[in-house]
């Protein structure tokens, strides 16, 4: 067989495109509550009564929540896994005995079957000890081989994998190259059929999990030939498998417990019966996973922001200024009251997807997205204004802090734990993007052809057809609706008057949407800054539901309904305010500019400006050659007994 390629396949623009348009879930078979938000369709009644777990579902959640929190408070050393930027065997081990490897995984398989709302509420504990310890565990389970499988594996594979992940084998999942990152269609990494087997080539980075893993998801390219369609596919690797060798273990600003690494394949011979799903298949399955997988990072935001809040409570009341508990300061009150008013707001969001994709009653692709999106960037505001709080101390580090006699409270660390989160399992930018695509689907549906290049005049006059039929219908339900009675939504009290404003908001951004599409038309895609702005609006409005959802669900189920409408109205007249400046910033802004100036940057026009400093960085190529061959390092894989 010839060697394969050394650097990634030249794609174009249009073909990357393509190959990430083929990955989409292409259908619309349940109903999406933020799906309808975008299309200016306010549809309450898909979360509201707010969705609630069964009764055995709360049993065995809340028993094994009450394990893994005394493990947690007893077994895990989050300053020790800071300190030597690892985490101990007997903590996995202890995990592992726990069945912690297997909490998603079906009971018949040897897991414990939790749902998503408990498995979520389980990362957010795990998390609030050690974010890298609560990583781990994401990435094993959330990415990893068992919600693969779960979805797409053959029951030979299924009952051959499972247990043993369930159990003790931990694994992860590879799919970013030094030189591929969200643009898949330049995927390196071969799998070549030869016989019953497939040999892979290539080099995966950023494999988390991938230092101690057991099994491996691998994301390869089959070469298109006679009896295999080709494309991007998934297949099972054991991890141990002769050719494989993890050349080196990342370090990283924050989680640096992380066992993420750099792995090469060299000829790894992998049975076909290791394949999930067909051939051509492999980024679909990957976003697929996604879908609810995603959900794990909000549930940790949630939990980050839990700890914000308790933080800068017990701070800001012991710390005295100008004769006063500094949290009577307006300057810090405000920053406290953003900090309650978010945590819960971000437990809202992510309990309300996450029993949504229990239900199984909606399509929760977009509302997964959203809630990853606005998670992981509130969390980080939230972290930086606890440090801003807490002053000189949120920037001195925990073990400082006790070595000269305080509390050690690691603010800073905190910081640098969820940054990765703007970035992990989508960038922000990436997010923004995908968002936006489904968000414009119908849109598409109907008139994706009028503005297609490549289409014919005939199929553009079919789309022009098909388009003003639906826009004759769709655009006159934009001009008036619910939130425009005062009366509306009044079953929730003070918080109707911000559903109102969803409603209305709802139909504003859709017609802001629609009017960017009759004036942009095709170049639509690439005014990535305005599509940002609608998604973040969208992200807002998502939000607001489901925080006034939730604390009508407190009002009616709890002794903390006056404190939920409380902290759900101060959180619905912050994001109102946000949301002005968002739809401010939609037609008044720099973008223009903004390319102008990026043109110079490109260009060398500004070099001057750089003049007078040193670069610090050392020598080396901008990306590492990633030349398919045998290892020349020493494998640093390492198996957790």
Sequence with gaps: MSAPTQRPPKVS?????????????????????????????????LIHPHPLPADEDVRRGEAFLAKLREFCATRVDGARIEREARIPDETVTGLKELGALGMKIDPKYGGLGLTQLYYNRALALVGSVSPALGALLSAH???????????????????????RLARDALSAFLLTEPDVGSDPARLATT??????????????????????????????????????KGGITAFVVEADAPGITVEHRNAFMGLRGLENGVTRFHRVQVPATNRIGPEGAGLKIALTTLNTGRLSLPAACAGAGKWCLKIAREWAAEREQWGKPVARHEAVGTKISFLAATAFALEAVVDLASQMADEDRNDIRIEAALAKLYGSEMAWLMADELVQIRGGRGYETADSLAA??????????????????????GSTEIMHLLIAREAVDAHLAVAGDIIDPDKAFADKAKAGARAGGFYARWLPKLVAGQGQLPGAYGEFGELATHLRFVERTSRKLARSTFYAMSRWQGKMELKQAF???????????????????????????TDHGREAHQLADA???????????????LWANTDDLDRKVVDGVLAGSYTWLEEGILDPSGDGP?????????????NVHRKIP
Excluded at 404 to 425: H, K, T, Y
Excluded at 624 to 634: M, Q
Aim: a negative charge; charged letters at 30%.
């Design 13 to 45: 623009e249009r073909e990357a495109r393509q190959v990430a348009e083929a990955a989409r879930q292409q259908d619309w078979h349940k109903p999406s509550f933020a799906k309808e938000l975008f299309l200016g369709r306010f549809r309450l009644d």
């Design 141 to 163: 389970q959330s990415i990893g081989v068992p919600q693969p499988l779960k979805l797409f594996g053959t029951q030979e594979q299924k009952d051959a994998f499972l247990p």
């Design 191 to 228: 799998a070549v059929p030869e016989g019953d087997e497939y040999v892979l080539d290539g080099v995966k980075l950023w494999t988390t999990n991938g230092v101690v893993a057991d099994l491996l998801v691998v994301m390869a390219r089959v070469p298109a030939s006679e009896g295999h």
């Design 404 to 425: 000269r006699g305080e509390r050690a409270v690691p603010a800073e660390q905190l910081l640098r734990d969820l940054r990765i989160n703007r970035i992990f399992e």
């Design 531 to 557: 599509l940002g702005r609608i998604v973040d609006i969208g992200a807002e409005l998502f939000a607001m539901s489901a925080v006034c959802v939730r604390a009508e669900l407190l009002r009616t189920t």
């Design 571 to 585: 959180f619905c007249r912050q994001s109102r305010l946000r949301v002005d400046e968002l739809f401010g910033r």
């Design 622 to 634: 901008w990306i590492a050659d990633t030349t398919p061959g045998p290892s020349t390092e020493e």
